[in-house]
């Protein structure tokens, strides 16, 4: 029989130089009763054992999503007795039971550690176990126990009284907050990712309103981006004031996790969650939900570690892009919501991820969709908002003149010459960003006359008779774009011609300033603009005062400028709206305008091939040839 084996690391007893052997498993727990100063135990061979610290075990009780393995969900609550597999049990399912209590593996260690669940605290594994055992479905296959969500209308869901809210939802919204109630009340983590624009954070606040109009919710961990801290308090006192979300941030911030357990719902930005992960790691949560989820796309991030160190009896992800660049990204906000669900990382991109576009095309996408689908819910606004009006796309390819053309190509030739340096291409791609977005970025001798910007740019040039005809409608505009030299220069040179006052939102911009950046612009009367940086403010804000969009800069990745023309296309919009895409033809701009596209395509079949900067660089090479 396996040997088991006692680590302790931090703590005041030591016993044969840190370690100890016991024949049994059993031995482990009722050694590790005898102490507190135990705060884990490990289980596997003595060649595999691992130390126990602090920051991987608690002494407060594990919160766990059930496991799904080979097919059938393990009957745990009928293994009262731990018999002599209990080991094995441990290796290959990470559960066991002994003494009427759950013991779980941690997900990030799950051959070694072993955590500690009292049988009759009512959340998280127990609870969704004991509903299924009720039902006699233990031993079904998982499938069918998950597939109730798609195959279940959601009109036939537990209903939810969204009447509790002083403004009406969509009927949409409505069946979104039902599914969302379902997946709560079963403990299945879930993704709700609804097309931007369509409302995601009332439908949360919905699914909050009903859970505690039962008396079924005592503490909810909200993280979001720190830009977006104000639009959630606001859309609490829009939706439902009877609570008051208390703000996690500042410097004079708690430091205590009983002091956050006296709100109802507890808002915090990521950069937060990160820093005070010790503390919040020790929250009795019952709903945990992660706005803008994409941000936890890198399983490695620090970030996303620090959010999967947080346990909940329900974990939501919002996200109106789960898919933006790489196959990892699903994968990490699935296991974010519901661990295991899609396998170990290993062997999920094995099986999925391939070397190139054609050949992820060509993998079995169709079973990743239809496995993903069962925890994910996702309605598009074309099929959901018929009186949303009309978005029309408009492309502008631009020719270069001549002076634009012949630097450009120079700056080919250069990476040319350099094809076997990818540092030295990266910096020249970076060059010719810059270069595409107005030559004044690369210029040594900088001269901001509007004359000069638009005489040497036929972009630029292009932009500003788009914002005249704008302006003969007295319609409202935002244009994003990369740079805060070029955010300033547009600021400066539209102000100049117009006469106007121009409204800027970049990461310089405080968090506290930005949405009344954005209330001014929506009440001023008649033609304005408003510039921004879609990485800094192309997520979360409601822009739907204008209802023109023009991406000055191209993004690589086509969900970042979708969540751009977003903030205007959304919810509240009643005019149509005009979405343009400024591009230099037969460029690089050419180029990532074509990628774009057929990035689009794969994001409808809910996958997306791996892409990272060695790819752009790849695409780049490609493009100038030998």
């Given at each position: ?23 049994q ?10 102490s ?25 009780p594990f919160s766990?999503?059930?496991r799904?393995?080979?097919g ?10 731990l ?5 094995t049990?441990?290796i ?9 209590k759950v013991?779980?593996?941690l ?12 049988a ?12 299924l ?13 998950i597939?109730?969500?798609i ?8 209903t ?17 907050v039902?599914?969302l ?11 709700l990712a609804?097309?931007m ?17 039962r008396?079924?919710?005592?503490n ?14 606001r859309e609490?006192?829009f ?6 979300p208390?703000?996690?941030y ?37 709903l945990?939900?992660f706005d ?8 490695q991030?620090?970030?996303t ?15 109106g892009?789960?898919l ?11 296991d ?34 239809a ?14 908002l ?15 003149n ?19 340096d990818?540092?030295a ?13 107005h030559p ?14 638009k005489g ?15 302006a ?10 990369n740079?805060?030299?070029m955010l ?12 106007k006052?121009?409204?800027q ?6 968090n ?5 950046e ?14 921004l ?12 005062a ?8 191209r993004?690589?990745?086509?969900a ?7 903030r ?15 591009f ?21 079949r809910?996958?997306v ?18």
């Open positions: 029989m396996r040997s088991a084996v006692l680590d302790i690391e931090g703590g005041r007893i030591f016993i044969e130089s840190d370690r100890k052997s016991f024949p498993i059993e031995e482990i727990f009722a050694f590790k009763n005898k507190d100063d135990i705060c884990g135990v490990t289980a596997g061979d003595v060649k595999t054992t691992a130390r126990v610290s602090e920051l991987k075990f608690r002494k407060r766990a999503k059930y799904l393995e080979k059938t969900i393990l009957p745990l609550l009928e293994d009262t007795v018999h002599e597999n209990a080991v049990t441990f290959e399912y990470g559960y066991a039971v002994l003494d009427n013991y779980t593996c997900p990030e260690e799950r051959d070694l550690f072993v955590m500690v669940k009292e009759d605290n009512p959340k998280s594994l127990l609870r969704a176990i004991a509903a055992k009720e039902k006699g479905r233990l031993e079904s296959e998982y499938d069918q126990v597939r109730e969500l195959t279940t209308p959601i009109s036939d869901l537990e939810a009284n969204t009447n509790v809210f002083p403004n009406k939802l969509y009927n949409y919204q409505r069946e979104g039902q599914w109630l379902y997946c709560y009340l079963n403990n299945i983590g879930t993704i609804d097309d624009g369509l409302g995601k954070t009332a439908q949360i606040i919905g699914l909050i309103a009903e859970c505690n109009e008396d079924l919710l005592k909810t961990l909200i993280v979001v981006p720190s830009t977006l801290i104000e639009n959630w308090k609490f006192e939706f439902y004031p009877s609570i008051k208390y703000v996690h500042g410097t004079l911030r708690t430091g205590l996790a009983s002091e956050l357990e006296k709100y109802k719902v507890v808002i915090t930005p990521y950069s937060i969650m990160t820093n005070d992960i010790e503390m919040m790691v020790e929250l009795d949560l019952d945990l939900v803008e989820a994409s941000l936890l796309k890198n399983p991030s620090e970030r570690q620090s959010a999967k160190r947080l346990q909940s009896s329900s974990t939501i992800a919002i996200t892009t789960p933006e660049n790489s196959l990892k990204d699903l994968w990490s906000l699935t974010l919501v519901f661990s295991g669900y899609l396998g170990p990382l290993e062997e999920f991109s094995t099986r999925y991820i391939g070397r190139d576009i054609h050949a992820t095309l060509a993998g079995n996408l169709e079973s990743l969709e496995h993903v689908r069962q925890i994910m819910i996702r309605r598009l606004k074309v099929d959901y018929d009186e949303l009006p009309e978005r029309i796309d408009i492309p502008q390819p631009i020719e270069m001549d002076a634009e053309r012949e630097y450009y190509q120079k700056v080919i030739d250069t990476i040319r010459n350099n094809r076997n990818k540092g291409v990266f910096q020249e791609i970076i060059r010719l960003q810059q270069y595409t977005a004044e970025l690369l210029s040594e001798s900088k001269c901001y006359e509007l004359a000069h910007l040497v740019s036929a972009k630029f040039c292009r932009l500003f008779e788009l914002l005249d005809q704008i003969e409608r007295n319609e409202k505009v935002i244009i994003f774009a740079h805060h030299e300033d220069i547009l600021k400066g040179a539209i102000e100049r011609e117009y006469g006052k121009v409204f939102i970049d990461g310089r911009l405080p506290e300033e930005r949405q009344p954005i209330d001014t612009f929506s009440a001023q009367e008649g033609f304005s603009v408003l510039v940086n879609p990485k800094t403010a192309g997520m979360g804000l409601n822009i739907t204008a209802n023109h969009v023009i991406h000055y800069s993004q690589w990745n086509p970042l400028e979708e969540q751009a023309t977003a205007a296309y959304r919810n509240g919009q009643k005019k149509a709206v005009n979405v343009y895409y400024l230099y033809c037969n460029t690089i701009e050419d180029v990532i305008n074509e990628r774009l596209g057929l990035k689009r395509q794969l994001s409808e809910v996958v091939v791996e892409d990272d900067k060695t790819e752009d660089i790849d695409i780049m090479l490609d493009y100038i040839g030998e």
